[in-house]
């Protein structure tokens, strides 16, 4: 059987939401309140650049990419002021286990789609991936719900270190990256403005530059060549991360969707994560078990 780009998108759309409770869930946003830090982007910055180290603000906004240097110095260094990375990296992991054992995960139901999902993270790439070989240096946890989360946060870094590697190889910019994701109608303009710190100048400024290349019409909209564009962008990420499961056979990967695809769904169902994210998951594939290997 073969594998396509499309198993690579369908795969993310199941293993980011576990991971994303690590920002949005209320055991992660009270454990990093204990630590000091305030409020929910000093929580996020924090977290997520943990496995870095306490490095320069600067290495945190060109990894993370697509946020304003501005927003990332509002939470950094001053974040390590008030307590360290390793703390944090204690707690993201104790308070992600919390809320994915509320959610209804057992360890019963997280061992095998685990050891999947370990396998294809110990193995896959780690050329060119900063943020993925920062977490894959980190010890793996012991318990099985543990182990599913840490994969999970291993893979989709994985991802989003090949999608900036897309972005910058043809020539999109960090914040103009936002805007083509928002008039691509992947994510409502008013939320990824708010989330990622646009006002409308910069706004214009943004989409000026898209239009300039022919991606953005004069109303704002893509064109018929920005819309092959985006999709190339899309695709390109795709087919960057399919080979990280390349150490899973396609039995295993068979059974990887079959056991990962229930717990994306008892995720959801919790309703931490809000439906509009600036990832632009679907989640109108999650009643479907298979991987549809052709």
């Not at 993201?92 to 789609?113: M, Y």
């Not at 439906?275 to 298979?290: K, N, S, V």
Request: glycine share 6%; charged share 25%; hydrophobic share 45%.
């Amino acid at each position: 059987m073969s594998r396509t780009p499309t198993t690579a998108r369908r795969l993310f759309d199941r293993f980011e939401p576990v991971h994303a409770l690590t920002y949005f869930a209320p055991e992660s946003r009270e454990a990093f309140a204990q630590l000091g830090l305030r409020g929910f982007w000093m929580g996020y910055f924090a977290a997520r650049s943990a496995p870095l180290g306490p490095v320069a603000t600067e290495v945190v906004t060109a990894v993370f990419y697509n946020f304003a240097p501005s927003h990332v110095a509002g939470a950094l260094p001053a974040a390590w002021e008030l307590t360290s990375p390793a703390d944090v990296l204690r707690a993201r992991e104790t308070a992600a286990v919390a809320a994915l054992r509320r959610c209804g995960v057992t360890d019963g139901d997280a061992r095998v789609a685990a050891d999947l999902l370990a396998k294809a993270a110990a193995s896959a790439a780690l050329d060119g991936r900063p943020l993925f070989a920062a977490n894959r240096a980190l010890p793996w946890p012991d318990e099985p719900v543990a182990q599913l989360w840490h994969a999970t946060t291993l893979l989709r870094e994985q991802r989003g270190d090949a999608h900036v590697a897309v972005l910058v190889a043809n020539g999109v910019g960090g914040r103009d990256c936002n805007v083509l994701h928002a008039v691509a109608d992947l994510v409502p303009r008013d939320f990824i403005m708010r989330s990622r710190q646009y006002d409308d100048e910069e706004w214009r400024i943004c989409a000026a530059r898209l239009s300039a290349r022919g991606i953005l019409d004069a109303e704002g909209a893509l064109t018929d060549s920005g819309r092959e564009f985006k999709q190339h962008l899309e695709d390109s990420t795709d087919a960057l991360s399919l080979p990280a499961f390349d150490a899973l056979d396609d039995a295993e990967l068979e059974l990887l969707f079959r056991t990962l695809t229930p717990i994306t769904r008892s995720v959801i169902g919790a309703g931490d994560i809000p439906a509009a994210t600036p990832m632009g998951l679907r989640r109108d594939d999650l009643d479907d078990d298979g991987a549809h290997l052709s």
